[in-house]
C-alpha cells in the first residue's frame, strides 16, 4: 500500500486504498479468517504489511494480538475517519463492508460482534451520495460518468445550474478529472473559468484532486492561481497538501505571491506540504528556496507539522532549514519533540533524540514531554522518553502531576502499571491534594484502581480534594463497579467532606439508584443523613431528576418535611428542577402544604416561575398553589417571568 494510510487527502486516495484492501482480502480469505483466529499463522508480507497499517488506527492494538474482530474494528475507524473528512463515497463504503463480511467467523461471540460493525459501516452516510441526491441531473451524469446521458443535458440553463452547495457542473468535471467534459462545459459557462463553487473554490482549486493535464489544460486557458477561496487558500497550498509534484509545478509557476505565499492561518505551502504532503513535495519546494522559517499564526514552523505526521524524511529534509535547529518552539511552547511524542511518532521521537533533542524542555504549561506520553497512554512513548528525563519518573508539571498522575487521570492503565512496576510513587498528590487513586475511583476503572491501590500509603480512604475519600470519589461519579469493591474492601461510608456530605449523598446526587441501595445500609445516620448545607440525600436525589431514586428514598421513609439550612424543602428543589413527577411525590408526602415558604420566602410556584418550567407551573396550579403570595422582595410569581405561557398559565381567566 503505497499511500499512507493516514494521510490521505482526496477521494482518490482513499479509493486506492480501499481497492489495496479489497485485493488483499479476495487473495487471502483464508488466512483472514483461520489464520488471524489462531493468531500464530505465517501470514504473508502483503497481508502483514496491511495489517500493520490498518491497524494502527487503533491505539494499543498490535499485530501480535489481531484477531478479526480487531481488524473489523479498525476497518470501521478507516470508513468513519474518513466519512468525517467528506471523502467517503458509496462504492467504497460497500468495498469495506464486504472486506468486513468476509472477516466472521465460526465463533458465535466474534460473528456477532463483526455483524454490529458491518451494519455500522454500512450505515454511515457519504459525502458524495449526499451531494449526489441534491445535484442536478447534469452533475449526477458527471459523477456516474455518463458520457450519453451527460451530452444529452449540456442545455444553458443545466450547464450554469448550481447545487445546494454552490458548484456548477464544471466544478465537477474538473474535479473528476474529465477533460473532455472540461472541453465542452467552459465555454458555455457563463461565469467563466474562474468561477467560485463550494466553500469559495475555483475551478483550479478542484482540479487539485484530478490530472496534471486538466491543471494544464485550465491554466493555459487563463485560470488565475491567484485567487483564494474562503479560507484563504490559493490553489498553490491546496496542491502541496494534496503532494502532486507535478501539479505544484505547475501553479507555483503562475502563483505571483510566489512559494512563500500565505494562505489559511497563513501557512506556506511548505507547512501543507509538511503535515499532509509528499516528500518529493518538500524537497522540490526547499530547492526553490521555500522558507522553512515562517511560523503560521499557531506559532508553528513547517518541521513542527513535520513532527506530527508518520514520514521521518520530512523530518530530515527540514531540521536543517530550521535556524532555530532541533528545540524550536511552536503552539504552547510545544518543541518538535512534543508533536511527534504528542502524535505518537516513534520513528521521529527516536530520530530527534539520536539528534540530541532535549526531552527537559517543558512547554508553556510546564509538561514535559514525558507527561504528554503518560496521558496518551503511548507505552512505547512513555519507555523511549523516560530514559531521556532528568528528573526521573516523578518528575512534575505546572499543576504538581506526575507522569502516573497523567496516565491514571487519562484512564490509561498500561502506562499506570509500567510507571509503578518501575516505582513511580503512587502518593504524591496534585495541587487539590488528590492521589492518581481518586482518579481512578472517579474514572471507574476498577483495575487500575487495584493497581494503585496496594501503591496508597494511606490506603483505601485515604482523602483528597476537599477531603474527599476514594468512595467519596466513585459515588459522585455514579461508578456502581467500583462503589462495591470498595464497600467489599471496608471502604468507610461515613467519612463525610469538609462540605460534611457523605458518599451516600453523592451516590443520590449521581442518581444511581444501585449506589444508593448499596450505601445506605452502611451509613451511620442513615435515610435523613445531613450533608453540605443540611440537606438529606432526598435533595441530592432531587438534583438528578430520577424519579425512580426519589420514589425509592421516600419508600425508606426518607422525610419530606425536612428543611435545609437556607429554609428550603425537598418540594422547593423539585419546584427548582421542573421534575412534575417529583412534585407530584413530594406533595403527597409533605405535610406543609403546597404554599410552603423556603429561602427567600419564595412558594415553590414562585420558584417554578422564576426557572421556566411551565409543566410544572401548571400543576401546581391545578393543586392550590396561590399565585398572589409575593417573596420577601414583595414580587408575585408573574413577577418573575417573561415566559408568554407561564404568564398565560397565571394571568386570571375572565
Given at each position: 500500500?503505497?499511500?499512507?494510510?493516514?494521510?490521505?487527502?482526496?477521494?482518490?486516495?482513499?479509493?486506492?486504498?480501499?481497492?489495496?484492501?479489497?485485493?488483499?482480502?479476495?487473495?487471502?480469505?483464508?488466512?483472514?479468517?483461520?489464520?488471524?483466529?489462531?493468531?500464530?499463522?505465517?501470514?504473508?508480507?502483503?497481508?502483514?504489511?496491511?495489517?500493520?497499517?490498518?491497524?494502527?488506527?487503533?491505539?494499543?492494538?498490535?499485530?501480535?494480538?489481531?484477531?478479526?474482530?480487531?481488524?473489523?474494528?479498525?476497518?470501521?475507524?478507516?470508513?468513519?475517519?474518513?466519512?468525517?473528512?467528506?471523502?467517503?463515497?458509496?462504492?467504497?463504503?460497500?468495498?469495506?463492508?464486504?472486506?468486513?463480511?468476509?472477516?466472521?467467523?465460526?465463533?458465535?461471540?466474534?460473528?456477532?460482534?463483526?455483524?454490529?460493525?458491518?451494519?455500522?459501516?454500512?450505515?454511515?452516510?457519504?459525502?458524495?451520495?449526499?451531494?449526489?441526491?441534491?445535484?442536478?441531473?447534469?452533475?449526477?451524469?458527471?459523477?456516474?460518468?455518463?458520457?450519453?446521458?451527460?451530452?444529452?443535458?449540456?442545455?444553458?440553463?443545466?450547464?450554469?445550474?448550481?447545487?445546494?452547495?454552490?458548484?456548477?457542473?464544471?466544478?465537477?468535471?474538473?474535479?473528476?478529472?474529465?477533460?473532455?467534459?472540461?472541453?465542452?462545459?467552459?465555454?458555455?459557462?457563463?461565469?467563466?473559468?474562474?468561477?467560485?463553487?463550494?466553500?469559495?473554490?475555483?475551478?483550479?482549486?478542484?482540479?487539485?484532486?484530478?490530472?496534471?493535464?486538466?491543471?494544464?489544460?485550465?491554466?493555459?486557458?487563463?485560470?488565475?492561481?491567484?485567487?483564494?477561496?474562503?479560507?484563504?487558500?490559493?490553489?498553490?497550498?491546496?496542491?502541496?497538501?494534496?503532494?502532486?509534484?507535478?501539479?505544484?509545478?505547475?501553479?507555483?509557476?503562475?502563483?505571483?505571491?510566489?512559494?512563500?505565499?500565505?494562505?489559511?492561518?497563513?501557512?506556506?505551502?511548505?507547512?501543507?506540504?509538511?503535515?499532509?504532503?509528499?516528500?518529493?513535495?518538500?524537497?522540490?519546494?526547499?530547492?526553490?528556496?521555500?522558507?522553512?522559517?515562517?511560523?503560521?499564526?499557531?506559532?508553528?514552523?513547517?518541521?513542527?507539522?513535520?513532527?506530527?505526521?508518520?514520514?521521518?524524511?520530512?523530518?530530515?529534509?527540514?531540521?536543517?532549514?530550521?535556524?532555530?535547529?532541533?528545540?524550536?518552539?511552536?503552539?504552547?511552547?510545544?518543541?518538535?519533540?512534543?508533536?511527534?511524542?504528542?502524535?505518537?511518532?516513534?520513528?521521529?521521537?527516536?530520530?530527534?533524540?539520536?539528534?540530541?533533542?532535549?526531552?527537559?524542555?517543558?512547554?508553556?504549561?510546564?509538561?514535559?514531554?514525558?507527561?504528554?506520553?503518560?496521558?496518551?497512554?503511548?507505552?512505547?512513548?512513555?519507555?523511549?522518553?523516560?530514559?531521556?528525563?532528568?528528573?526521573?519518573?516523578?518528575?512534575?508539571?505546572?499543576?504538581?502531576?506526575?507522569?502516573?498522575?497523567?496516565?491514571?487521570?487519562?484512564?490509561?492503565?498500561?502506562?499506570?502499571?509500567?510507571?509503578?512496576?518501575?516505582?513511580?510513587?503512587?502518593?504524591?498528590?496534585?495541587?487539590?491534594?488528590?492521589?492518581?487513586?481518586?482518579?481512578?475511583?472517579?474514572?471507574?476503572?476498577?483495575?487500575?484502581?487495584?493497581?494503585?491501590l496496594p501503591k496508597t500509603k494511606d490506603g483505601i480512604n485515604c482523602k483528597g480534594e476537599l477531603d474527599s475519600t476514594p468512595l467519596l470519589f466513585a459515588a459522585m461519579a455514579g461508578k456502581v463497579n467500583v462503589v462495591k469493591y470498595l464497600l467489599e474492601n471496608k471502604a468507610d461510608a461515613n467519612i463525610p467532606n469538609v462540605s460534611k456530605s457523605l458518599p451516600l449523598h453523592f451516590g443520590a446526587q449521581a442518581?444511581?439508584?444501585?449506589?444508593?441501595?448499596?450505601?445506605?445500609?452502611?451509613?451511620?445516620?442513615?435515610?435523613?443523613?445531613?450533608?453540605?448545607?443540611?440537606?438529606?440525600?432526598?435533595?441530592?436525589?432531587?438534583?438528578?431528576?430520577?424519579?425512580?431514586?426519589?420514589?425509592?428514598?421516600?419508600?425508606?421513609?426518607?422525610?419530606?418535611?425536612?428543611?435545609?439550612?437556607?429554609?428550603?424543602?425537598?418540594?422547593?428543589?423539585?419546584?427548582?428542577?421542573?421534575?412534575?413527577?417529583?412534585?407530584?411525590?413530594?406533595?403527597?408526602?409533605?405535610?406543609?402544604?403546597?404554599?410552603?415558604?423556603?429561602?427567600?420566602?419564595?412558594?415553590?410556584?414562585?420558584?417554578?416561575?422564576?426557572?421556566?418550567?411551565?409543566?410544572?407551573?401548571?400543576?401546581?396550579?391545578?393543586?392550590?398553589?396561590?399565585?398572589?403570595?409575593?417573596?420577601?422582595?414583595?414580587?408575585?410569581?408573574?413577577?418573575?417571568?417573561?415566559?408568554?405561557?407561564?404568564?398565560?398559565?397565571?394571568?386570571?381567566?375572565?
Amino acid at each position: 500500500m503505497a499511500i499512507n494510510i493516514k494521510n490521505i487527502t482526496t477521494q482518490s486516495q482513499f479509493h486506492e486504498c480501499v481497492i489495496e484492501l479489497k485485493n488483499i482480502s479476495d487473495a487471502n480469505d483464508q488466512h483472514l479468517t483461520t489464520k488471524l483466529q489462531g493468531k500464530k499463522g505465517n501470514l504473508e508480507g502483503r497481508l502483514v504489511t496491511f495489517l500493520k497499517k490498518i491497524l494502527s488506527l487503533l491505539p494499543g492494538v498490535h499485530i501480535a494480538r489481531t484477531n478479526p474482530l480487531e481488524v473489523a474494528k479498525a476497518i470501521e475507524k478507516f470508513a468513519t475517519d474518513y466519512h468525517k473528512k467528506k471523502i467517503l463515497i458509496g462504492t467504497d463504503r460497500d468495498i469495506l463492508t464486504s472486506v468486513v463480511r468476509k472477516l466472521k467467523i465460526k465463533d458465535p461471540q466474534h460473528a456477532h460482534a463483526i455483524d454490529s460493525v458491518e451494519n455500522r459501516i454500512r450505515r454511515l452516510p457519504t459525502r458524495l451520495n449526499q451531494i449526489y441526491n441534491k445535484s442536478s441531473p447534469l452533475i449526477q451524469a458527471i459523477i456516474d460518468k455518463d458520457k450519453k446521458k451527460f451530452k444529452e443535458l449540456l442545455t444553458p440553463q443545466e450547464i450554469n445550474r448550481r447545487n445546494d452547495e454552490g458548484s456548477l457542473p464544471l466544478h465537477f468535471a474538473v474535479q473528476f478529472g474529465d477533460l473532455e467534459m472540461v472541453k465542452l462545459l467552459l465555454p458555455k459557462t457563463t461565469e467563466g473559468i474562474n468561477c467560485r463553487g463550494d466553500s469559495g473554490s475555483t475551478c483550479l482549486h478542484f482540479a487539485i484532486a484530478a490530472k496534471v493535464e486538466v491543471v494544464k489544460y485550465l491554466l493555459d486557458n487563463k485560470a488565475d492561481a491567484n485567487i483564494p477561496d474562503y479560507s484563504g487558500n490559493l490553489p498553490l497550498h491546496r496542491a502541496a497538501q494534496a503532494g502532486d509534484l507535478g501539479v505544484v509545478k505547475l501553479l507555483l509557476s503562475k502563483t505571483t505571491e510566489g512559494i512563500n505565499c500565505k494562505g489559511e492561518l497563513n501557512a506556506t505551502p511548505l507547512h501543507f506540504a509538511a503535515f499532509e504532503g509528499k516528500v518529493d513535495v518538500i524537497r522540490y519546494l526547499l530547492d526553490n528556496k521555500a522558507d522553512a522559517n515562517i511560523p503560521d499564526d499557531s506559532g508553528n514552523l513547517p518541521l513542527h507539522h513535520a513532527a506530527q505526521g508518520r514520514d521521518l524524511e520530512k523530518v530530515k529534509l527540514l531540521l536543517p532549514k530550521t535556524t532555530a535547529g532541533i528545540h524550536c518552539k511552536g503552539f504552547n511552547g510545544n518543541t518538535p519533540l512534543f508533536f511527534a511524542a504528542i502524535a505518537g511518532k516513534a520513528n521521529i521521537v527516536k530520530y530527534l533524540l539520536n539528534n540530541k533533542a532535549d526531552a527537559n524542555i517543558p512547554n508553556d504549561k510546564k509538561m514535559l514531554p514525558l507527561h504528554l506520553a503518560a496521558q496518551a497512554g503511548d507505552l512505547e512513548m512513555v519507555k523511549l522518553l523516560l530514559p531521556k528525563t532528568k528528573d526521573g519518573i516523578n518528575v512534575k508539571w505546572d499543576k504538581n502531576l506526575t507522569p502516573l498522575f497523567c496516565a491514571a487521570q487519562a484512564g490509561k492503565i498500561n502506562v499506570v502499571k509500567y510507571l509503578l512496576e518501575n516505582k513511580a510513587d503512587a502518593n504524591i498528590s496534585n495541587n487539590e491534594k488528590s492521589l492518581p487513586l481518586h482518579f481512578a475511583a472517579q474514572a471507574g476503572d476498577l483495575e487500575m484502581f487495584k493497581l494503585l491501590l496496594p501503591k496508597t500509603k494511606d490506603g483505601i480512604n485515604c482523602k483528597g480534594e476537599l477531603d474527599s475519600t476514594p468512595l467519596l470519589f466513585a459515588a459522585m461519579a455514579g461508578k456502581v463497579n467500583v462503589v462495591k469493591y470498595l464497600l467489599e474492601n471496608k471502604a468507610d461510608a461515613n467519612i463525610p467532606n469538609v462540605s460534611k456530605s457523605l458518599p451516600l449523598h453523592f451516590g443520590a446526587q449521581a442518581g444511581e439508584l444501585e449506589i444508593v441501595r448499596r450505601l445506605l445500609p452502611v451509613t451511620a445516620n442513615g435515610i435523613n443523613a445531613l450533608g453540605d448545607q443540611g440537606a438529606t440525600p432526598l435533595f441530592f436525589a432531587l438534583l438528578s431528576g430520577e424519579v425512580n431514586l426519589v420514589q425509592y428514598l421516600l419508600d425508606n421513609k426518607a422525610d419530606a418535611n425536612i428543611s435545609d439550612d437556607t429554609g428550603n424543602l425537598p418540594l422547593h428543589y423539585a419546584a427548582h428542577t421542573g421534575c412534575t413527577d417529583c412534585i407530584k411525590l413530594l406533595f403527597s408526602n409533605t405535610t406543609t402544604g403546597i404554599n410552603v415558604l423556603g429561602e427567600g420566602k419564595m412558594t415553590p410556584l414562585s420558584i417554578a416561575v422564576k426557572n421556566g418550567h411551565a409543566d410544572a407551573v401548571k400543576w401546581l396550579l391545578e393543586n392550590g398553589a396561590d399565585e398572589t403570595i409575593p417573596d420577601v422582595d414583595g414580587n408575585l410569581p408573574i413577577n418573575n417571568t417573561s415566559n408568554p405561557l407561564i404568564i398565560d398559565l397565571l394571568t386570571p381567566k375572565k
